[in-house]
């Protein structure tokens, strides 16, 4: 709650309609991931990932905020769990099509579930790991 060292109640004001715009694309993101997890994981023998695992909504039950605190943190709660639980979604599926590092390039970071695929331009370590023909 870094906002409560900060005088700027006028710019805090003036960005919440920026902040809570998202809202309609995160519910848009949240249905249509829902449905690719429950459609295209089983049909790939992936298991399906817990939405609870990622996505915690508590911090309302706090009687010490305020209440636009509590929704606040409502909303940070929703928007940061989805946007873990689509990552690992997007991981999972990552990592049944594909298996191989991007190039390597300054600053990039690349996600942690790339550590076990194959380096990027290693063709014949392509083909051992997943036993390809030509």
Partial sequence: MEYRRYSRKLKHLASTPFIWSTVIPLVILDIFTEIY??????????????RKTYIRIDRYK???????????????GYANGL?????VIA?????YWCG?????????????????????????GLQRKYRLKN
């Fill in 100 to 124: 191989i590092k991007h190039k390597k390039y300054k600053g990039f970071l690349p996600p942690s579930h790339h550590e076990g695929f194959v380096e990027y331009g290693d063709e014949k």
């Fill in 83 to 87: 946007l873990h639980y689509a990552f």
């Fill in 37 to 50: 997890h429950h459609v295209c994981f089983p049909l790939y023998g992936i298991p399906l990932v817990h």
């Fill in 62 to 76: 706090l009687q010490y905020l305020k209440w636009f605190e509590k929704l606040n943190c409502a909303f940070c």
């Fill in 91 to 95: 991981g999972e599926t990552e990592k």
